[in-house]
Every structure is written in C-alpha cells, then in structure tokens.
Nanobody, 124 residues
C-alpha cells in the first residue's frame, strides 16, 4: 500500500501562486508515475499533470501549460504541483495519485493510489 497526503491548498486571489505537495509513504514509489488531478462538485476528476518515476518526464494538460508545472523529489518521496497565475476556474479539490509499477498513465482509472485531496479556492 502507498499512502498519500496532499498539502499546500488554500484560499488565494486571482494571479497568486500556490505549490501543492504530495508526500508518499508505505511501499516504494521509485518506479511509479505520480500525477495530479482536480475535481469540482458534480464533475469528473480531470487530469492536471503527471511525472515519470525519474522526474525527467513530465506532461501538463494543454490547457494548463505555461501556468502549472509538476516535479518530484524521490529522496523525499514527494511530488509537487506549482501553480502560477491562478484563476477562479482553477478552484477545485486537487488530488495526488500514484500509478502502478512501470506505467505512465494519463487516465484517472489507471492510477492505483489516491490522496484525500486538498482544496484550492481562487477568488476574483
């Protein structure tokens, strides 16, 4: 089992920045992709970004490129989501996820472990 704990969410104003953290514990995540998704009430969980197990391969949703970036520190078993120039539409619960070994999935259904989520609220 892998336990994930997200942190760093909060209430900010449009144009501000936030960095979310996802700390993993339990089984090794050294060969597992990590990702961020977000969800608003009544909607499905949307892909935000993913990072491969070495950290050198990343992919950010096209609609968020230029404002969001993802990284990981395997020594700390932690992934990060840097969010800049936040907009009210970015308001959501942000979830961290870990994939199965040696995979690099894009879809939420292919991620095995999930955190509890952290709320990000952006006011105009």
């Amino acid at each position: 089992q892998v336990q994930l704990v997200e942190s760093g969410g909060g209430v900010v104003q449009a144009g501000d920045s936030l960095r979310l953290s996802c700390a993993a514990s339990g089984r090794s995540i050294g060969n597992r992709a990590m990702a961020w998704f977000r969800q608003t009430p009544g909607n499905e969980r949307d892909f935000v970004a993913r990072v491969g197990w070495t950290g050198s391969t990343t992919y950010v949703s096209d609609s968020l490129k230029g404002r969001f970036s993802i990284s990981r520190d395997n020594a700390k078993n932690t992934a990060y989501l840097q969010m800049n120039d936040l907009k009210p539409d970015d308001t959501a619960v942000y979830y961290c996820a870990v994939g199965d070994e040696n995979t690099y999935p894009l879809w939420a259904r292919d991620y095995v472990y999930w955190g509890q989520g952290t709320q990000v609220t952006v006011s105009s």
